[in-house]
């Protein structure tokens, strides 16, 4: 059972996982360094822990004890109580949701053995903003893929925001980074992975119109503004877009993802 620990004073060395919420670059740097990641909101810290994340401590104003009772009693974590103006004093924002928690950062499993068990993948090239991911890692999990890779660039899954936009789908969904990010076409085609590239380029076919009788399929994706880089588009088995009405060139890339893997999902 988590130990209740009511607190007053901000400085608690104990809170230091809490600090400076809105500061990105910060979080980033620190959340990486002590090996942790922060769940916001009763919903998210309950997926967080109920998927198997071990938490280091919690933090919340006294109103959400109860409804989250159960989680505490199944953790020894710590439980730090302030109220809510302390909490936004502390974090640098309103946590509307009431609770945080700070969790242990899992270990990520290699490219190979993500493609391996998986038959469906979305590939993710330095995709910079946290919502974005958020998104994309949820509707790859409500289409039936199966699992994410991610560039050295993109932005981190874990990170607060793209938790909650992900709805806690980051917590379960299979995901790799492949460090090696030039030679990412390779190690797909060798899996035996069909990679579809989405791009502008001129002769891409519409998306509705590319074969998809494949034993495993790869949908990759670039960045928000560039798009992909030449090295994809070139090797990739199928270059494929979104038909769109007219004067409308393309939609937000996690919008895109939505689209593509709904047309390309598991038959």
């Not at 979305?122 to 790859?140: K, P, Y």
């Not at 793209?162 to 076409?185: E, N, T």
Request: overall charge negative; some cysteine.
């Amino acid at each position: 059972m988590a130990q209740i620990v009511r607190l007053d004073d901000l400085d608690d060395p104990r809170l230091r996982d809490y600090v400076d919420l809105r500061d990105v670059q910060l979080r980033l740097k620190l959340e990486s360094e002590r090996g942790l990641f922060l769940a916001e909101g009763e919903k998210v810290v309950r997926r967080a822990v109920e998927s198997g994340h071990a938490p280091r401590s919690f933090l919340m104003s006294p109103k959400w004890l109860d409804s989250l009772a159960d989680v505490l009693d199944g953790s020894d974590a710590p439980c730090f109580v302030l109220d809510d103006a302390a909490i936004e004093r502390l974090t640098g924002f309103h946590v509307h949701r009431g609770a945080l928690a700070a969790l242990e950062r899992p270990d990520l499993p290699s490219p190979a053995e993500v493609l391996a068990a998986a038959r469906r993948v979305v590939v993710v090239e330095d995709l910079a903003d946290h919502t974005n991911v958020g998104a994309i890692f949820r509707s790859v999990a409500a289409l039936g893929f199966d699992a994410v890779l991610l560039s050295p660039r993109c932005a981190d899954p874990l990170y607060r925001r793209a938790i909650k936009v992900s709805m806690g789908s980051v917590f379960w969904l299979p995901y790799a980074r492949v460090d090696d990010w030039y030679a990412a076409p390779d190690l797909l085609r060798e899996a035996g992975y069909t990679t579809y590239a989405m791009t502008l380029a001129d002769d891409s076919v519409a998306l509705d119109e590319a074969p998809r009788d494949v034993e495993r399929l790869a949908l990759v994706v670039g960045s928000e503004g560039h798009g992909l880089s030449t090295r994809w588009e070139q090797s990739a088995d199928h270059r494929v877009t979104i038909p769109m009405a007219a004067d409308i060139d393309s939609l937000n890339v996690a919008s895109s993802v939505a689209v593509a893997c709904w047309e390309l999902r598991p038959r």
